[in-house]
């Protein structure tokens, strides 16, 4: 058995999509048949097909099939035979278990320079503004950057020309936090009156979009709260405003609103399947986006809330009046 499929299903796919079949901890990776990825020569393919439910997925860019393991069948044959390669009864058993999807990534190694308050008095005193002195303990933020030129310095980080310009700056009159894959550093400027509030220093590539985390207080859980803003996940993680913090897995933000790449990218990074998701949003985001995402996502999403702050355009602004839609 491979998984809850017959081990004659990998001579299936091999008949129809060559012999590239990569069998990882969660799932089935082989090329794609709704994107032509199989018609090309490649090191790695993207159509994922889990080991644990008759479901798949691609992540190539563009495409994103996914579905039911029938759809795929008729895709490749013109009709459904997947009850043949299928064991029932471990469908059963992994039902009273989470369904997970892993596609790992590797780290890249990076050394963060200790939070110096008594230097970066500034840095300090806005952080813990924004937290509202909270005694959340600076030192202890995860990923936190106050030193940015000793960070650049110790990493070896590449200065172009257009980092050479402004890394002065950034040092001065900026913060930063590292993402969950140490790819990305979100910088925010300590002067909220400045016209050039946030920049996005890229370290590494990733595979799916990176993000900021904070763990929530139910590590077992499918539930996830999401945001497009760091500190939006910060307060939340701290004054629980829409009470939570004790259902949820995890807290992300994902540095833009392209809340339906930070959902596959959770699935995917955390493996977790069928999300629960709750989103922090700002009013700027019609709520009819979040609508399409549940819509062309149920396959990998549950169920989902979305949040707003009635009194301010961003969740986090205080005083919060909160508004939930159940989608």
Request: hydrophobic share 35%.
């Amino acid at each position: 058995m491979i998984g809850i499929y017959q081990d004659n299903f990998k001579d299936f796919l091999r008949e129809f999509l060559g012999d590239y079949i990569k069998v990882s901890h969660k799932n089935i990776i082989v090329p794609c048949p709704f994107c032509g990825e199989y018609k090309q020569k490649k090191n790695h393919y993207h159509l994922y097909i889990s080991l644990e439910a008759p479901i798949f997925h691609c992540f190539a860019p563009g495409c994103n099939a996914h579905g039911m393991l029938n759809k795929l069948f008729e895709k490749l044959e013109g009709r459904d035979k997947s009850e043949n390669y299928i064991d029932k009864e471990k469908i059963k058993e992994n039902k009273i278990k989470d369904i997970k999807l892993s596609a790992p990534t590797e780290k890249k190694k990076l050394i963060l320079p200790e939070i110096r308050e008594d230097i970066f008095k500034l840095k300090s005193l806005y952080l813990n503004t924004r937290l509202k002195f909270s005694n959340y303990g600076l030192k202890n933020i995860k990923g936190l950057i106050f030193d940015v030129n000793k960070f650049i310095d110790d990493n070896n980080i590449k200065v172009d020309n257009n980092l050479q310009r402004i890394k002065d700056y950034l040092h001065s009159n900026f913060i930063g936090f590292l993402t969950e894959k140490n790819s990305v550093i979100m910088f925010r400027n300590i002067d909220d009156n400045s016209d050039f509030r946030f920049f996005k220093l890229f370290i590494s590539e990733t595979k799916f979009l990176d993000y900021y985390k904070l763990y929530g207080g139910n590590y077992y859980s499918n539930h996830v709260v999401i945001a497009e803003g760091i500190f939006d996940i910060f307060n939340e993680h701290i004054f629980d405003t829409i009470n939570l913090k004790n259902q949820v897995k995890l807290y992300a933000a994902g540095l833009s609103t392209s809340f339906e790449s930070l959902i596959k990218s959770i699935v995917f990074n955390e493996k977790i399947y069928r999300l629960n998701v709750s989103v922090l949003a700002d009013r700027g985001v019609e709520l009819e986006y979040f609508k399409k995402i549940k819509r062309y996502n149920t396959h990998i999403i549950d169920q989902m809330n979305v949040y707003y702050n009635r009194n301010s355009k961003d969740f986090g602004d205080v005083p919060t009046g909160i508004e939930k839609f159940i989608l």
